[in-house]
């Protein structure tokens, strides 16, 4: 009922920028908390960022003062706004968002995306 696409990831080098996008498609009436997570190889999947319906953000320790996550309500889409990116952020990004559909009213569930890769070259 539900899918979450993301682009925008790829290989880029050292102080670099990318921009990445995930749109919320199918039977929605509405999303709280939209996030992205990262993963890299043989370690946890950690928290990026997270921004609340009332635009609200959360970022991970690593991540600020260069990253910046945004919304877009009337797309049903979050950014990731990434600057001064390192190796370190070498990782599959996945978005996260808890949403209510018409189908499902007052009960919220969480959805993940396929994941994008960035991958940041020294």
């Known amino acids: 009922q539900v899918q979450l696409v993301e682009f925008g990831g790829g290989l880029v080098q050292a102080g670099g920028s990318l921009r990445l996008s995930c749109a919320a498609s199918?039977?929605?009436?509405?999303?709280?908390?939209m996030a992205w997570y990262r993963q890299a190889p043989g370690k946890q999947r950690e928290l990026v960022a997270r921004?609340?319906?009332?635009?609200?953000?959360v970022y991970g320790d690593s991540v600020k003062g260069r990253f910046t996550i945004s919304r877009d309500n009337a797309k049903n889409t979050v950014y990731l706004q990434t600057t001064g990116l390192q190796p370190e952020d070498t990782a599959v990004y996945y978005c996260?968002?808890?949403?209510?559909?018409?189908?499902?009213?007052?009960?919220?569930?969480?959805?993940w995306g396929q994941g994008t890769q960035v991958t940041v070259s020294s």
């Open positions: 199918g039977s929605i009436l509405s999303i709280n908390t």
């Open positions: 921004i609340t319906s009332g635009d609200n953000t």
């Open positions: 996260n968002a808890l949403i209510t559909t018409i189908h499902d009213r007052g009960i919220s569930r969480s959805y």
